[in-house]
């Protein structure tokens, strides 16, 4: 089977293609804002721009042509509605043209299974950290549940406010990180923790405003330790309450070197394995919704077209998940 994928929640247009489970091509063309963050409108004019030619390349460079194609996934939530809006447009004229099956993608979701196929984890309690999105995440009972997220802004979100506020342009998160790299003095910050959830509009407030007092480097050090020993903390008691053994990281900020050497002392420490997802599944793209699209369809789930209208708020929890 054959599956193209279609990724454009945010400031990515991404087409994947997958032949059996396996990625044949993953292609992608970004938004980058002149200044600040994601500007709704303009990301999807991008997405419009270029949506022909993204999926043109991927076919071309897979060889793959439009007759052997056998269904289409796409990010049908959550993300910016704008943006969600020329992916299901897309995947819907496809599915329509070629006369074949639809299925709508949870985003959140697919960055879990891509997640778990690249690394082999098998049942991790998975961090999802993104631009717009935290949870801490575990399977059960035939879905994914989120045992503890942001209660404001989530940690990409805060990472690119700080970033902008030095005068980082946007992505702001390896930058950051090669700041905070170099930072030697810790500076105390707030540091909000309730349960397994976590809130990062005070820490980010008051990051902004001490950055006339102290260098950059350490600020961005400071921010980080904090910032990420929230994440660590959260996760460790879902790892304590579902009893699993291995963690996974997923979404952009999973890219984030010191991040990940948090979580794997913390996973080493409970007798645990930690893993990321490959750097190029870490960003949003369209292999993850294909390779996620054809698990659904192998399992007997596909999209209507009349139920294939956007879900910018779509839960993880939602999701049934019959392979779990």
Not at 57 to 70: G, Q, R, T
Not at 199 to 218: A, F, I, M, P, W
Request: with cysteine.
């Amino acid at each position: 089977m054959i599956t193209v994928g279609i990724e454009s929640t945010a400031h990515t247009f991404g087409v994947g293609i997958v032949e059996d489970e396996e990625v044949v091509i993953n292609q992608k063309s970004m938004y980058r804002p002149e200044k600040g963050g994601i500007h709704p409108g303009k990301a999807s004019e991008h997405h419009y721009a270029n949506a022909v030619n993204t999926l043109k390349n991927a076919l071309n460079s897979s060889n793959v042509d439009k007759e052997e194609i056998d269904s289409i996934a796409f990010s049908q939530g959550p993300g910016i509605p704008q943006c969600l809006q020329i992916g299901g447009v897309t995947a819907r004229s496809l599915s329509e043209a070629l006369n074949i099956p639809l299925v709508g993608v949870n985003h959140c979701v697919s960055h879990i299974e891509i997640g778990k196929k690249e690394t082999g984890v098998r049942d991790p309690v998975t961090l999802y950290v993104a631009g717009g999105n935290s949870q801490v995440i575990g399977a059960a009972g035939g879905r994914y549940r989120v045992f503890g997220e942001t209660l404001d802004i989530a940690i990409g979100n805060a990472i690119d406010k700080v970033a902008r506020k030095i005068g980082i342009p946007h992505p702001g998160g390896p930058e950051l990180e090669k700041l905070a790299e170099k930072g030697e003095k810790f500076i105390e910050l707030p540091y909000v923790v309730k349960g397994m959830d976590f809130s990062y509009s005070g820490l980010v407030t008051k990051v902004q405003r001490l950055l006339e007092k102290h260098n950059k480097e350490d600020i961005c050090y400071s921010f980080q330790e904090h910032a990420f020993a929230m994440l660590v903390e959260a996760t460790e008691r879902a790892m304590a309450h579902t009893g699993k053994k291995e963690v996974l990281i997923t979404g952009g900020v999973a890219a984030n070197k010191r991040l990940n050497q948090m979580m794997e002392t913390m996973a080493e420490e409970r007798g645990a394995t930690s893993a990321k997802s490959p750097l190029k599944y870490c960003m949003d793209n369209g292999a993850m919704i294909a390779y996620t699209g054809q698990k659904m369809l192998e399992n007997g789930l596909k999209t209507d077209l009349k139920e294939s209208g956007i879900r910018p708020g779509w839960r993880t929890e939602q999701v049934n998940i019959p392979w779990l």
